[in-house]
């Protein structure tokens, strides 16, 4: 496991772009897989988003229009663009990760940011 | 893209009693590829269960996991007041991820 933290504004306008990050400490590997992953107010989980340790990414099929993922090796972060948001999109972000280890699971992750999309 | 539906919605049991949750898939899901989290209240989820069967490190063998294909389920036995959390199986296959909606477990 590794420890996660997301971090960005927490105010976004509607139609603007929603930029998260999230740093990882405890031992950065290049070999996990890095995701994001979103809760809307009583409601539940709703994974949006993975870059592979191959370099490749994946998007959830109903976001993958206005969603991109990203990552800083050097700097042990990676990102989350998510482009035209409406109050829909009002939600806390997690950034979380999936061990080399083949079982498509999310072993760590981070507390969790809240997003308002609101004028 | 594969579709998870949880039952029952909300389980409400008694200290000492036994929690069967149940994660029903709309297309085969293999084995490896399905997980279970806790989220309790104000909190990130935490992994239980993985590979359908496997314990996460420091999970107490009162969680278990079991099933195959389409049909899986979290066991809990003996419980306790810290289990009062939403439970969620997730599931990963063609580069995507998805989760069921969750079973709220209430502790009477």
């Known amino acids: 496991q590794v420890q996660m933290q997301e971090s960005g504004p927490g105010l976004v306008q509607p139609s603007e772009t929603l930029s998260l990050t999230c740093t990882v400490s405890?031992?950065?590997?290049?070999?996990?897989?890095w995701g994001w992953l979103r809760q809307s107010p009583g409601k539940g989980l709703e994974w949006i988003a993975v870059m592979f340790n191959t370099g490749s990414t994946s998007y959830n099929p109903s976001l993958k229009s206005r969603v991109s993922i990203s990552v800083d090796t050097a700097k042990k972060q990676f990102f989350l663009k998510m482009y035209s948001v409406t109050s829909a999109d009002t939600a806390v972000y997690y950034c979380?990760?999936?061990?080399?280890?083949?079982?498509?699971?999310?072993?760590?992750w981070g507390q969790g940011t809240l997003v308002t999309v609101s004028s | 893209e594969i579709v998870l539906t949880q039952s029952p919605g909300t389980l409400s049991l008694s200290p000492g009693e036994r929690a069967t949750l149940s994660c029903r898939a709309s297309q085969t899901v293999s084995n490896k590829y399905l997980a279970w989290y806790q989220q309790k209240p104000g909190q990130a989820p935490r992994l239980l269960i993985y590979g359908a069967s496997s314990r996460a490190t420091g999970i107490p063998d009162r969680f278990s996991g079991s099933g195959s294909g389409t049909d899986f389920t979290l066991t809990i036995s003996r419980l306790e007041p810290e289990d009062l959390a939403v439970y969620y199986c997730?599931?990963?296959?063609?580069?995507?991820?998805?989760f069921g909606r969750g079973t709220t477990l209430e502790i009477k």
């Open positions: 979380a990760g999936d061990p080399p280890d083949g079982y498509g699971h999310y072993d760590s």
């Open positions: 997730q599931q990963y296959g063609t580069l995507l991820y998805s």
């Open positions: 405890g031992g950065f590997t290049p070999n996990y897989h």
